[in-house]
Protein backbone atom coordinates (compact mmCIF):
# COMPACT_ATOMS: atom_id res chain seq x y z
CA UNK A 1 0.00 0.00 0.00
CA UNK A 2 1.04 3.71 -0.92
CA UNK A 3 -0.23 6.58 0.59
CA UNK A 4 0.03 10.18 -1.32
CA UNK A 5 0.66 13.57 0.08
CA UNK A 6 0.46 16.76 -2.46
CA UNK A 7 1.52 19.94 -1.13
CA UNK A 8 3.07 22.84 -2.98
CA UNK A 9 -0.78 24.36 -4.23
CA UNK A 10 -1.65 27.89 -4.14
CA UNK A 11 -2.25 31.22 -5.82
CA UNK A 12 -0.18 32.73 -8.10
CA UNK A 13 -0.27 35.49 -11.04
CA UNK A 14 -0.36 34.36 -14.47
CA UNK A 15 3.45 33.65 -15.71
CA UNK A 16 4.47 32.84 -12.25
CA UNK A 17 5.51 29.68 -11.02
CA UNK A 18 4.96 26.86 -8.43
CA UNK A 19 6.14 23.41 -7.59
CA UNK A 20 4.27 20.83 -6.18
CA UNK A 21 5.21 17.87 -4.41
CA UNK A 22 3.88 14.72 -3.88
CA UNK A 23 5.45 12.60 -0.92
CA UNK A 24 5.08 8.80 -0.85
CA UNK A 25 4.98 6.37 1.87
CA UNK A 26 3.94 2.87 3.05
CA UNK A 27 6.70 1.22 0.41
CA UNK A 28 9.68 2.39 -1.29
CA UNK A 29 8.75 5.01 -4.21
CA UNK A 30 11.68 4.12 -6.63
CA UNK A 31 10.37 1.04 -8.88
CA UNK A 32 6.93 2.80 -9.10
CA UNK A 33 5.50 5.10 -11.93
CA UNK A 34 4.06 8.36 -11.35
CA UNK A 35 1.65 10.74 -12.65
CA UNK A 36 0.19 13.89 -12.36
CA UNK A 37 -3.57 15.00 -13.56
CA UNK A 38 -4.94 17.84 -12.89
CA UNK A 39 -9.65 18.57 -12.60
CA UNK A 40 -10.84 22.09 -12.88
CA UNK A 41 -14.74 22.74 -11.95
CA UNK A 42 -16.89 21.26 -13.92
CA UNK A 43 -14.00 19.50 -16.26
CA UNK A 44 -13.21 15.84 -15.96
CA UNK A 45 -9.82 14.67 -15.00
CA UNK A 46 -7.70 15.41 -17.10
CA UNK A 47 -3.88 13.70 -17.82
CA UNK A 48 -0.98 16.50 -17.30
CA UNK A 49 2.69 14.11 -17.36
CA UNK A 50 3.77 11.14 -15.55
CA UNK A 51 7.42 10.15 -14.91
CA UNK A 52 8.65 5.97 -15.13
CA UNK A 53 10.71 4.28 -12.64
CA UNK A 54 13.60 5.34 -15.19
CA UNK A 55 13.03 8.95 -14.87
CA UNK A 56 11.23 9.34 -18.64
CA UNK A 57 8.57 12.32 -19.00
CA UNK A 58 5.90 12.66 -20.88
CA UNK A 59 3.48 15.44 -20.73
CA UNK A 60 0.35 16.70 -22.26
CA UNK A 61 1.11 18.94 -25.14
CA UNK A 62 -0.51 22.02 -23.30
CA UNK A 63 1.92 21.83 -20.60
CA UNK A 64 5.01 20.53 -22.29
CA UNK A 65 7.71 23.29 -22.34
CA UNK A 66 6.09 24.53 -19.09
CA UNK A 67 5.90 21.70 -16.60
CA UNK A 68 8.49 19.35 -15.52
CA UNK A 69 7.90 16.48 -13.98
CA UNK A 70 10.73 15.15 -11.81
CA UNK A 71 11.61 12.44 -8.77
CA UNK A 72 14.30 12.36 -5.54
CA UNK A 73 13.98 8.33 -5.10
CA UNK A 74 16.02 8.90 -1.93
CA UNK A 75 13.00 10.74 -0.47
CA UNK A 76 10.39 9.18 -1.85
CA UNK A 77 8.91 12.47 -3.71
CA UNK A 78 8.33 13.69 -6.98
CA UNK A 79 7.71 16.85 -8.40
CA UNK A 80 5.61 19.15 -10.55
CA UNK A 81 7.53 22.01 -11.21
CA UNK A 82 5.19 24.58 -12.92
CA UNK A 83 6.61 27.72 -14.84
CA UNK A 84 4.81 30.35 -16.82
CA UNK A 85 1.32 29.41 -15.30
CA UNK A 86 -1.52 30.16 -17.05
CA UNK A 87 -5.59 31.19 -15.90
CA UNK A 88 -6.32 27.82 -17.74
CA UNK A 89 -3.96 26.04 -15.61
CA UNK A 90 -6.12 26.47 -12.56
CA UNK A 91 -7.00 23.15 -11.06
CA UNK A 92 -6.91 20.49 -8.73
CA UNK A 93 -3.59 18.71 -8.85
CA UNK A 94 -3.38 15.53 -8.49
CA UNK A 95 -0.65 13.14 -7.73
CA UNK A 96 -0.83 9.22 -8.43
CA UNK A 97 1.19 6.15 -8.61
CA UNK A 98 0.74 3.03 -10.03
CA UNK A 99 2.66 -0.72 -8.91
CA UNK A 100 4.59 -0.99 -11.88
CA UNK A 101 7.40 0.95 -13.43
CA UNK A 102 6.12 2.30 -16.79
CA UNK A 103 4.30 5.15 -17.30
CA UNK A 104 0.49 5.73 -18.54
CA UNK A 105 -1.87 8.60 -19.28
CA UNK A 106 -4.93 7.13 -18.22
CA UNK A 107 -6.52 7.60 -15.38
CA UNK A 108 -7.77 4.01 -14.07
CA UNK A 109 -4.55 2.58 -14.60
CA UNK A 110 -2.99 4.07 -11.51
CA UNK A 111 -3.32 2.13 -8.36
CA UNK A 112 -2.99 5.10 -5.63
CA UNK A 113 -4.11 8.87 -5.43
CA UNK A 114 -2.82 11.47 -3.27
CA UNK A 115 -5.47 13.78 -1.93
CA UNK A 116 -5.64 16.82 -4.42
CA UNK A 117 -4.06 20.01 -3.50
CA UNK A 118 -5.25 23.75 -5.21
CA UNK A 119 -3.41 25.47 -8.00
CA UNK A 120 -5.02 28.90 -8.78
CA UNK A 121 -3.47 31.19 -11.22
CA UNK A 122 -5.27 34.97 -11.87
CA UNK A 123 -5.00 36.70 -14.73
Known amino acids: Q ?29 SVAAGWFRQAPGKE ?37 MNSLKPEDTAVYYCAAREVGYSSEIAHEYDYWGQGTQVTVSS
Open 45 to 81: REFVGTINSGRGTKYVDSVTGRFTISRDNAKNTVFLQ
Open 2 to 30: VQLVESGGGSVQAGGSLRLSCAASGRSFA
